[in-house]
């Protein structure tokens, strides 16, 4: 039994992400992911200019007279959502933790993917696989993606992306567009990440809080691992502590940005509290210029 509290919300963001999706996403999603190939849809009569090499020669042979192949793209994708179900997305300073923003985001990608008839699946992970919803095709498994992502209580805090990625890379035989959702915090999982892209498109998505990168002069203050649970009280009044933690912040996102771009993985950082919408929407527009 799906408690109210959870029941409420899911139905919220359904109706939030639907709206966006018919006003924003939809064409912008389709535009973007094309299918996984062509396949055969009929047979018409050659005229001339037509390429030769589709020619169907067992129907010309019957009928006489010049035939070709007419294929159409094959649109049906296989879209699976990699969210990181670790501890340290229950963190927060704004209105929002990371792990909602990431639940808001999955089910604004999964009913983009069901409006356009692909299968959405759904991959949570720690530093070990949590739970998996295989790819299907319909509004209800998207909304048991979305359920899952809101409710599933993971048993690890730990986080180890390589798992999730090797496992995939095992699991998957079909190209797919895989969405990572996390804050990458983490570390080893570059040459996982590399192999799995070479047979699939990855797209990262890392969410943020802006106390990640910048400390306000609040005193002392104590600050938690949440995967570890170890604590350190430090000075933020502290110049030089607030400048060598955003020193360290900065340097931290840039290596994950040149990762990324090394790997030739697409990525968007998203701020947890802000909105989602305007990184997600550029992002589209941008993918959708080279795609031209």
């Excluded at 319909?138 to 180890?160: F, H, M, Q, W």
């Excluded at 799995?196 to 005193?219: C, F, M, T, W, Y």
Aim: aromatic share 8%; charged share 30%.
């Amino acid at each position: 039994m799906i408690p109210r509290e959870i029941s409420n919300q899911i139905k919220h963001i359904e109706i939030k992400t639907t709206r966006l999706v018919n006003d924003l996403f939809g064409g912008e999603y389709e535009s973007v992911f094309k299918g996984r190939g062509m396949e055969f849809s009929e047979v018409r009569e050659y005229v001339p200019g037509d390429d030769i090499r589709m020619i169907d020669w067992n129907v010309t042979a019957r009928s006489q007279q010049p035939f070709i192949k007419k294929f159409v793209e094959e649109r049906e994708l296989t879209v699976l959502l990699v969210v990181d179900g670790s501890r340290s997305l229950h963190f927060g300073t704004s209105e929002k933790l990371k792990s909602a923003a990431a639940a808001e985001i999955a089910a604004l990608l999964s009913f983009s993917a069901v409006r356009n008839h692909d299968k959405v699946g759904l991959l949570i992970y720690t530093d070990k696989i949590e739970k998996f919803v295989p790819p299907k095709k319909g509004k209800s498994n998207v909304l048991r993606v979305v359920r899952e992502i809101l409710c599933y209580d993971p048993k690890r805090k730990a986080t180890r992306l390589s798992v999730a990625l090797e496992h995939l890379y095992r699991l998957l035989t079909r190209s797919a567009v895989i969405f990572i959702i996390s804050d990458f915090m983490d570390s080893d999982y570059e040459k996982a990440l590399k192999i799995l892209n070479q047979k699939h498109d990855l797209i990262a998505i890392q969410i943020a809080d802006q106390r990640e990168s910048v400390l306000p002069p609040n005193g002392w203050v104590e600050l938690e691992d949440l995967e570890t649970g170890e604590t350190t009280l430090v000075n933020t009044n502290s110049r030089s502590f607030r400048s060598n933690y955003e020193e360290l912040a900065q340097k931290r996102q840039k290596q994950l940005d040149l990762l990324f771009k090394f790997i030739g993985i697409d990525s968007i950082k998203i701020t947890a509290g802000s909105s989602y919408t305007v990184p997600l929407i550029k992002f589209f527009k941008a993918r959708e210029r080279r795609k031209r």
